[in-house]
């Protein structure tokens, strides 16, 4: 049963979602009539076209909005949420320039200028919209009420990243699986959410039945035999039912269309962004002389090495100890360094990787042979993830960090391989719009390691 708080936080969603739409109509439809009104008398639109305009907009913005969160108040910060919102107007916004150029066959009826005066109004309409509903919901709203139900010691790194976000979470209780089983049901009752870490089977089956029968929403780690199996269907060979993990190929269209596509995009994203890489070099090599790129060998599918090539970020001897990754106050990394790594732009030369083929625009990011080989001690696992062809960008990289550790990493990678195919590929693209604007996923590994924090299972 839902309380009265928790209904008027749906009703504000679903409002701030509606008048998000209303938003995106009517500029679109704005955007159309200036463009067009010259041509009234010529018969270029009319309700029906204005009204069908609004209507495909608005389904392009929503898709964009869903895929970025842009609709999930109190779930995000304020500035997530309008970079966000502007985000998908701005798509929707190209979409429907690229339609009207189809529409007019020609630019002389385009004004570039309006379709920018009308972006600048969404983006006010958007930050009004998004800071009033932001704080309403604020106003009623209250930390999540959770507790976590541990099997081994693994939580704590669960629990640190929760009480990082006190504002949206509250941590009501951490109690052992072995613990009375009453005492953990009446914990349960007082809280909406339950994080089983590394539960045994029949404690998890008993916590999923009280769950299901009390309106608890459940999360359940996943290890690495999950992640196999992901995305079984029931077997109905007998009257006993199964859960069949069914080996199925990827689309047989899937590997040349992919590789046709990173051909496309890596040409197109050179050509656009050579005056940004032609800056970069200048800009390296004038900072200290030094050799504009830096090579490393890297890993790719079934194991093969190649040399990636990026933009050097840091001085010239930042590996003579050694193979290093680099951590949150790294002194190796150089004023110039610092700009490109927090705008990506030192991962642009690995266009040309993809071009050679040793890369493709979306997979697990190639790691290094010694790396690799420190984190396969801990996780024999580890080369599962080189049964496809490293990435530019990735699941892990949308979903993660830079120091997100080597078993999220890899676990990360299992769901991208288990569920690869074209559209999965193209959010992934659409996404790593907006992870490259936020700066904690470029957030380096802690001081006095040389690797991401190594866990077991």
């Known amino acids: 049963m839902m309380t009265r708080k928790e209904k008027i936080k749906k009703i504000l969603k679903l409002s701030y979602t509606a008048l998000s739409l209303v938003i995106a109509f009517c500029t679109a439809d704005a955007i159309w009539y200036w463009n067009v009104a010259p041509g009234w008398s010529q018969g270029f639109f009319g309700t029906e076209t204005l009204l069908m305009v609004g209507i495909?907009?608005?389904i392009v913005y929503f898709f964009?909005?869903?895929?970025?969160?842009?609709?999930?108040i109190g779930l995000y910060r304020l500035q997530e949420l309008a970079f966000s919102q502007m985000l998908a107007y701005g798509i929707s916004d190209g979409v429907l320039f690229i339609a009207a150029f189809f529409w007019f066959h020609n630019f002389q009826r385009i004004r570039i200028r309006l379709f920018l005066l009308a972006f600048a109004l969404q983006l006010l309409l958007i930050l009004i919209n998004t800071f009033l509903f932001n704080r309403l919901y604020a106003h009623f709203d209250e930390p999540r009420k959770i507790m976590i139900l541990y099997g081994s010691e693994d939580y704590k790194r669960l629990l640190v990243k929760i009480q990082e976000k006190k504002q949206r979470y509250q941590v009501l209780a951490c109690m052992n699986e072995s613990e009375d089983t009453s005492a953990i049901f009446e914990t349960l009752a007082k809280c909406k959410d339950i994080y089983l870490c590394d539960v045994r089977d029949e404690v998890k089956d008993r916590v999923i039945l009280f769950c299901n029968a009390?309106?608890?929403?459940?999360h359940i780690s996943m290890d690495i035999g999950d992640l196999l199996i992901l995305g079984d269907e029931v077997s109905h060979s007998f009257d006993t039912p199964f859960l069949r993990n069914k080996k199925t190929p990827v689309a047989w269209y899937y590997p040349f269309l992919k590789r046709f596509s990173d051909i496309v995009i890596s040409m197109t994203a050179i050509l656009l962004l050579s005056p940004i890489m032609i800056i970069t070099a200048l800009s390296i090599k004038l900072y200290d002389r030094g050799p504009v790129f830096y090579k490393q060998t890297r890993?790719?599918?079934?194991?093969?090495?190649?040399?990636?090539?990026?933009?050097?970020?840091m001085k010239m001897d930042a590996e003579k100890n050694g193979a290093q990754l680099s951590t949150v106050h790294d002194d190796r990394i150089t004023p110039v360094g610092k700009i490109i790594r927090k705008l990506r732009i030192d991962e642009l030369p690995q266009l040309f990787n993809i071009l050679k083929n040793?890369?493709?625009?979306?997979?697990?990011?190639?790691?290094?042979?010694?790396i690799a080989a420190q984190y396969e001690q801990d996780i024999p696992e580890f080369p599962l993830r080189l049964q496809v062809k490293a990435g530019l960008t990735g699941y892990a990289q949308v979903y993660g960090k830079y120091n997100t550790t080597?078993?999220?990493?890899?676990?990360?990678?299992l769901i991208y391989i288990a569920q690869r195919s074209v559209l999965f590929d193209l959010r992934i693209l659409f996404y790593t719009i907006k992870i490259i604007f936020i700066?904690?996923?470029?957030?380096?590994?802690?001081?006095?390691?040389?690797?991401?924090?190594?866990?077991?299972?």
């Open 214 to 218: 009390h309106q608890k929403d459940i």
């Open 299 to 313: 890993l790719t599918k079934d194991g093969r090495r190649f040399e990636i090539i990026k933009f050097r970020s």
């Open 406 to 413: 080597p078993l999220d990493k890899l676990k990360l990678d």
């Open 439 to 457: 700066p904690e996923s470029t957030e380096g590994i802690p001081d006095g390691q040389s690797t991401a924090a190594i866990e077991t299972k």
């Open 358 to 370: 040793d890369m493709a625009v979306v997979g697990p990011r190639p790691e290094r042979p010694e």
């Open 64 to 72: 964009f909005a869903k895929m970025y969160d842009a609709h999930k």
């Open 56 to 58: 495909l907009f608005c």
